[in-house]
């Protein structure tokens, strides 16, 4: 069965500090996606990031990469430069082989704090 | 503006009553999907659709039924609610084979006394 672990309820962190919020999943899908999204206080969800199975580099988006580890079946989350604003809840989550079980199934999430 | 809606935001409803949550996306994705989520479990999904008339349960389906008869709308049925549903409820879409992002909707906060 597929599985998503987080394995850090919160975090508090320093402003402008990097900060990883670490994802590990279990699969035997041969191809798979992983993502992260934030939700803020205010509830929506956002989008932050994915990385395909058999993508060969690590997927970045501004300040946002993932450190894929794929023999390590990690997928962890770094975020550059920290600003008060990251502050909120941060999910990993991951899509199954399309052609078999498109489940997608979330981990229980990381609050991010960041202290001024 | 290219968005996924919910109606309605809030509902506080009574056991046994049916309900309906209505989904809408505007971005003529295949994919829909709706989760729930509650305090230190994250978002379970309770069910997803590959397609028109193509749907399947998630981890969570029991008590909650779906139906895909267009492609926009997908809306989530709870026959007979019951409290432990009181939870806060997502729906979501995305092209199912290209697009990884999948759109949330806003979110609706179904309590069930």
């Known amino acids: 069965a597929q599985k998503i672990t987080q394995t850090q309820p919160g975090m508090f962190v320093q402003e402008k500090e990097a900060v990883t919020l670490d994802c590990t999943y279990d699969t035997s899908d041969p191809s798979y996606g992983l993502f992260w999204y934030k939700q803020p206080s205010s509830g929506e969800m956002i989008f932050l990031i994915y990385?395909?199975?058999?993508?060969?580099q690590n997927a970045t988006e501004g300040r946002y990469s993932l450190n894929f580890q794929k023999a390590r079946k990690s997928a962890n989350l770094v975020i550059s430069a920290s600003q008060l604003g990251d502050s909120a809840m941060y999910f990993c989550a991951m899509r199954g082989d399309m052609n078999r079980d498109d489940k997608i199934i979330f981990g229980k999430g990381t609050r991010l704090h960041i202290l001024p | 503006e290219a968005q996924v809606t919910q109606n309605p935001r809030y509902l506080i409803t009574v056991t046994g009553k049916k309900l309906t949550v209505t989904c809408s996306q505007n971005m003529n994705h295949e994919y829909m999907s709706w989760y729930r989520q509650d305090p230190g479990l994250g978002l379970r999904q309770i069910y997803y659709?590959?397609?028109?008339?193509?749907?399947d349960k998630g981890d969570v389906p029991e008590g909650y039924k779906v139906s895909r008869k267009e492609k926009r709308n997908f809306p989530l049925i709870l026959e007979s609610p019951s409290p432990n549903q009181t939870s806060l409820y997502f729906c979501?879409?995305?092209?199912?084979?290209?697009?990884?992002?999948?759109?949330f909707g806003p979110g609706t906060r179904l309590t069930v006394l």
């Open positions: 659709s590959m397609n028109v008339e193509v749907t």
């Open positions: 979501a879409s995305s092209f199912a084979t290209s697009g990884p992002e999948q759109f």
């Open positions: 990385q395909g199975s058999y993508d060969q």
